[in-house]
């Protein structure tokens, strides 16, 4: 079992920036990728952005491409997300989750269905 704490969310006015982070402890070694996902009152959850735990390719959704990045220290067994040019529709429950080594389903790191372990989410709003 993986552990993941999120921390990081806050309110920021729109054009501010945020920088999220996951720490991630327990089984630690038999984590392939992690991602994050958001989920705004009402609507469902969607991918943000994930990172390969070991080769480090990122991917990231469109509409935050170009303002936010994901990166990893893999000492500290975190990833962040750093957010940057912050938007009112960036407002959500921002959510850490883990994908494990043994995944061999056939959903990519855009799914959440892709991914065993979840953190209890750190608020952002941003205000106009």
């Known amino acids: 079992q993986a552990r993941l704490v999120e921390s990081g969310g806050g309110l920021v006015q729109a054009g501010g920036s945020l920088r999220l982070s996951c720490a991630a402890s327990g089984r630690t070694f038999s984590l392939s990728a992690m991602g994050w996902f958001r989920q705004a009152p009402g609507k469902e959850r969607e991918f943000v952005a994930s990172?390969?735990?070991?080769?480090?390719?990122?991917y990231y959704a469109d509409s935050v491409k170009d303002r936010f990045t994901i990166s990893r220290d893999n000492v500290k067994d975190t990833v962040y997300l750093q957010m940057n040019s912050l938007k009112p529709e960036d407002t959500a429950v921002y959510l850490c989750?883990?994908?494990?080594?043994?995944?061999?389903?056939?959903?990519?790191?855009?799914?959440?269905?892709?991914?065993?372990?979840w953190g209890q989410g750190t608020q952002v709003t941003v205000s106009s």
């Open positions: 989750a883990a994908r494990s080594l043994g995944y061999s389903g056939s959903y990519n790191l855009y799914s959440d269905k892709a991914y065993a372990y």
């Open positions: 990172i390969q735990w070991t080769a480090g390719s990122t």
